[in-house]
């Protein structure tokens, strides 16, 4: 039972991150994303999309090292940023990008945090099979 477990856990690890990317990208690349998601305030949420980033990636790709996910993720929030700079009324902002790299940031510490105070747990989670 736990290998079965341990076997099917990997792939979907990674298959909620590339849907995360996919609703990421598409509601980062629509023209009007509140009428997907209400906005409330737009850095609050840019840094609170960021940590669940954070904390997917890792469960992704949990040997990678920490320096290396939160690259990817900035290299994402950049890409999308300069993407939207040619999609009015979308536009380009360096703060939306702080936001994100703030959040990836807390996601990826906040994920470090959890493996040190849960070892066994987070061995669990994150192991391959």
Known sequence: MMNTI????RPLCLL?????LVIYTYL????TPGDYVP???????HFTGYLVAGLSITFAFPNMPVWQRW?????YSTGIEVAQHFMPPRTFSWLDILANMAGA????ALFECARKLA???SRMLLQSP
């Open 6 to 9: 341990a076997r099917v856990w």
């Open 105 to 108: 940031a807390s996601g990826l």
């Open 16 to 20: 909620q991150f590339a849907v995360m």
């Open 71 to 75: 690259l990817i993720l900035v290299a």
């Open 28 to 31: 980062s690349l629509t023209s």
């Open 119 to 121: 070892p066994r747990w």
């Open 39 to 45: 906005v409330y305030n737009d850095k609050l949420m």
